[in-house]
């Protein structure tokens, strides 16, 4: 199988995870309210996209070597190693928020434009180390789990920030899944 086959298949299995993430936020959403707390409610919508998406980019090893069990223990190891780094990427970004608020941010402008938003996208980055690197980790392979970590932020980041930012300029609807495939 060639590289770009690899890739595509790679961006496929993103793409899905970022499909198959969007109506577990919808629905952690209208549930919140049931949440006892913030944290509470971060820690779990986190721990939960982490698994999810730690899951579809787990599994993507195996399926290219056409391997079964390796797809599978991939997905089960992404799925751990993905709750643990959502649930952890979550409230680093709730730390930040908290911590950028009080010294940066003078308004509430400020906050519901620039600090809110980019505090969430670093989580989503966090999240996005967590999940791309889990493969890397599961083969013990420094390289992968590099090249995981870096593309793991970068791809958190941007997608975080699409999902973040994108509702200020366009639809909710429409916002939430653009930036879901593009974490993915």
Same mark, same amino acid.
């Given at each position: 199988?060639?590289?770009?086959?690899?890739?595509?298949?790679?961006?496929?299995?993103?793409?899905?995870?970022?499909?198959?993430?969007?109506?577990?936020?919808?629905?952690?959403?209208?549930?919140?309210?049931?949440?006892?707390?913030?944290?509470?409610?971060?820690?779990?919508? +986190?721990?939960? &996209? *982490?698994?999810?998406? @730690? $899951?579809?980019? %787990? /599994? #993507?090893?195996?399926? =290219?070597?056409?391997?079964?069990?390796?797809?599978?223990? +991939?997905?089960? &190891? *992404?799925?751990?190693? @993905? $709750?643990?780094? %959502? /649930? #952890?990427?979550?409230? =680093?970004?709730?730390?930040?928020?908290?911590?950028?608020?009080?010294?940066?941010?003078?308004?509430?402008?400020?906050?519901?434009?620039?600090?809110?938003?980019?505090?969430?996208?670093?989580?989503?980055?966090?999240?996005?180390?967590?999940?791309?690197?889990?493969?890397?980790?599961?083969?013990?392979?420094?390289?992968?789990?590099?090249?995981?970590?870096?593309?793991?932020?970068?791809?958190?980041?941007?997608?975080?920030?699409?999902?973040?930012?994108?509702?200020?300029?366009?639809?909710?609807?429409?916002?939430?899944?653009?930036?879901?495939?593009?974490?993915?």
């Amino acid at each position: 199988m060639s590289r770009f086959v690899r890739r595509l298949i790679y961006v496929a299995m993103g793409i899905l995870g970022g499909l198959a993430a969007w109506p577990i936020l919808e629905t952690a959403i209208a549930v919140q309210e049931l949440f006892p707390s913030y944290l509470l409610f971060s820690l779990a919508a +986190g721990g939960t &996209f *982490g698994a999810v998406f @730690g $899951a579809f980019s %787990g /599994a #993507v090893d195996g399926m =290219i070597a056409a391997n079964y069990r390796r797809m599978v223990w +991939g997905a089960l &190891f *992404g799925l751990g190693v @993905g $709750a643990v780094g %959502g /649930a #952890v990427g979550f409230l =680093i970004g709730q730390g930040v928020l908290l911590i950028g608020a009080e010294i940066f941010l003078q308004s509430a402008t400020n906050f519901d434009m620039v600090g809110q938003p980019l505090a969430k996208a670093l989580g989503w980055a966090i999240l996005g180390m967590f999940v791309a690197s889990a493969e890397g980790i599961r083969r013990r392979s420094g390289h992968k789990t590099a090249i995981g970590l870096l593309g793991g932020f970068v791809g958190g980041l941007v997608g975080g920030a699409v999902l973040e930012y994108a509702p200020l300029v366009i639809s909710t609807q429409w916002a939430r899944p653009i930036g879901l495939i593009l974490f993915g």
